[in-house]
Structures are given as C-alpha cells and as structure tokens.
C-alpha cells in the first residue's frame, strides 16, 4: 500500500530548488511543470524512482499520458498499478 506522504516525500525530494517551495503544499492538484518548476529531466527522475520504489511499469497503465502531470493524477495511477500487480 501507498500513503499520500510517501508520495509527497519522492516528489519533495526531485524538486530541484527545495528552497522555493514548502513539502506542505504538494497537494493532489499541484502541477508538476506549472507549480513545482519540473523539467524533462525531472519528471523522468521522478517516474524512475516512483517505478523503483512501488515496482510499477507506467507503461502498463493505458491512461498515463493523461496522468503524468498532476500529483493527485499520478498517485491515483500508482495505485491503479498496485491494484492490478497485486491481483485485485
């Protein structure tokens, strides 16, 4: 099982400049680019370590590119993936 911290926390930690932002306000409706300054590389990182840390394939989700944005988006896909890995 994921927790909404857990998820802040690897999102907190791929921000590049942690001192513009407070890890409070990470919210379900925070936008990666729009709100935490997220390049390419960034949101790469951040899928990697997701997929590291939960053992997800992203690929196998058939909506992400209408999820990969948005913190409450992606979180909800995370446990999508989790679900069905986990038979359920």
């Known amino acids: 099982m994921i927790d ?3 998820f802040r926390e690897i999102v907190w930690n791929n921000i590049e400049k942690q001192e513009l932002f ?3 306000k990470i919210l379900p409706e925070t ?3 729009e709100d935490l300054q997220f390049d390419s590389v960034a949101m790469i990182t951040l899928f990697s370590d997701i997929e590291e840390k939960w053992g997800i ?3 196998d989700l058939e909506d992400f590119g209408d999820r990969f944005d948005v913190c ?3 979180y909800e896909g ?3 993936l989790r ?3 986990d038979g359920g």
Do not use: A, V
């Open 4 to 6: 909404w911290e857990d």
């Open 22 to 24: 407070q890890k409070e």
């Open 31 to 33: 936008n990666l680019m």
């Open 57 to 59: 394939d992203f690929t």
């Open 72 to 74: 409450g988006k992606i």
């Open 78 to 80: 995370i446990r999508l």
């Open 83 to 85: 679900e069905k890995g």
